[in-house]
C-alpha cells in the first residue's frame, strides 16, 4: 500500500494550506485514513481522521474549527484543508491507512501503512 502527502509549505500564520494524500483504492469502506504529525523530538499526534462505520469526522481539539477534513473517492485521494494557521501547527503531516474499520482513530497502533509526510512550516 503506497501512501504519499503532498501540498506542504511555508506560509504565515493565519494563512491556509491543503494537503492532499494520495491513497488509490484505500479511500472506500472499510479502509480509514487519518492524519497525523510530528515535530522533531515529539511523538506523532493525531490530527484528523473519518469514521467509516458513521461516516463522522474526528480531529484533535487543537484544529477543530480550524482544519476540515475530505475525501475525493473518485481520485483516491484524502485532503486535509488547513485554515488560520498558527505557528504551533508546524510539523510534517503524514497519512496513515487502516485496512479495517477502527474504533481508536487516535491510536498510531491501529493504522498498518504509513506515507511518506510532508513538512508544514508555519511562521509568525
Known amino acids: 500500500v503506497q501512501l504519499q502527502a503532498s501540498g506542504g509549505g511555508l506560509v504565515q500564520a493565519g494563512g491556509s494550506l491543503r494537503l492532499s494524500c494520495s491513497a488509490p483504492?484505500?479511500?472506500?469502506?472499510?479502509?480509514?485514513v487519518a492524519w497525523f504529525r510530528q515535530t522533531p523530538g515529539m511523538d506523532r499526534t493525531f490530527v484528523a481522521a473519518?469514521?467509516?462505520?458513521?461516516?463522522?469526522?474526528s480531529y484533535a481539539d487543537s484544529v477543530k474549527g480550524r482544519f476540515a477534513y475530505s475525501r475525493d473517492t473518485a481520485k483516491g485521494t484524502v485532503n486535509l484543508q488547513m485554515n488560520y494557521l498558527k505557528p504551533e501547527d508546524t510539523a510534517v503531516y503524514c497519512c496513515?491507512?487502516?485496512?479495517?474499520?477502527?474504533?481508536?482513530?487516535?491510536?498510531?497502533?491501529?493504522?498498518?501503512?504509513w506515507g511518506q509526510g510532508t513538512q508544514v512550516t508555519v511562521s509568525s
Open positions: 496513515a491507512a487502516s485496512p479495517s474499520v477502527i474504533s481508536s482513530l487516535a491510536s498510531e497502533t491501529a493504522y498498518a501503512y
Open positions: 473519518m469514521h467509516r462505520s458513521a461516516g463522522r469526522i
Open positions: 483504492g484505500r479511500t472506500r469502506s472499510p479502509w480509514t
